[in-house]
T-cell receptor
Framework: ETGVTQTPRHLVMGMTNKKSLKCEQH?????MYWYKQSAKKPLELMFV???????ENNSVPSRFSPECPNSSHLFLHLHTLQPEDSALYLC???????????????????FGPGTRLTVT | GENVEQHPSTLSVQEGDSAVIKCTYS??????FPWYKQELGKGPQLIID?????GEKKDQRIAVTLNKTAKHFSLHITETQPEDSAVYFC????????????FGAGTILRVKS
């Protein structure tokens, strides 16, 4: 166990559905991340949150909407997805970056087990 | 932006032999290089990392070397065991604060017993 949990572990949804992925970390971190892992591409960073503020959106389509209500929880709201959005969605957490309110290193990121998403 | 190339894409070794995986990066400003191991059905797990002010780091059977001039870094696993079989990813940090990781495509390592 890495201290980062994700639910659900598997999700099948139609293109017109709305669903949400949840991530929770128990490591006392203040930075959280969403990554996408698909079969034919390397792990891709989607969003970064530091102290609940979004600091990075890596040109992600608006059909993916993140939410970070507090430093321990991160959501990814999904709507009108496409079949090519089928992938493993991974959440990670770390201490925040130097200069962003923490003296500890941000470098080590800890990943959850992921949500396997299938869009039909 | 940063680009990370990883080789080989698959690697088969005999139990007890060594395995080496190599990565190159493009952005000379990158300063942090982690290696992750991913087993089936699990998320990536950090196994070792190195920062740009260090040339080599070792942790038991695992070592990482960094050549900043050539912009490449390598993972070395000695005395491989069947449980080392997994997908290994290298990454390089980018961005002002070093927390934006760009990953290589991964190496499938198979250790044959």
């Amino acid at each position: 166990e890495t201290g980062v949990t994700q639910t659900p572990r598997h999700l099948v949804m139609g293109m017109t559905n709305k669903k949400s992925l949840k991530c929770e970390q128990h490591l006392g971190h203040n930075a959280m991340y969403w990554y996408k892992q698909s079969a034919k591409k390397p792990l891709e960073l989607m969003f970064v949150y530091n102290f609940k503020e979004q600091t990075e959106n890596n040109s992600v389509p608006s059909r993916f909407s993140p939410e970070c209500p507090n430093s321990s929880h991160l959501f990814l709201h999904l709507h009108t997805l496409q079949p090519e959005d089928s992938a493993l969605y991974l959440c990670a957490s770390s201490h925040p970056a130097p200069g962003q309110g923490s003296v500890r290193s941000s470098y080590e990121q800890y990943f959850g087990p992921g949500t396997r998403l299938t869009v039909t | 932006g940063e680009n990370v190339e990883q080789h080989p894409s698959t690697l088969s070794v005999q139990e007890g032999d060594s395995a080496v995986i190599k990565c190159t990066y493009s952005d000379s400003a990158s300063n942090y290089f982690p290696w992750y191991k991913q087993e089936l059905g699990k998320g990536p797990q950090l196994i070792i990392d190195i920062r740009s002010n260090v040339g080599e780091k070792k942790d038991q059977r695992i070592a990482v070397t960094l050549n900043k001039t050539a912009k490449h870094f390598s993972l070395h696993i000695t005395e491989t065991q069947p449980e080392d079989s997994a997908v290994y990813f290298c990454a390089a940090s980018m961005g002002e604060y070093g927390n934006k990781l760009v990953f290589g495509a991964g190496t499938i390592l198979r250790v044959k017993s």
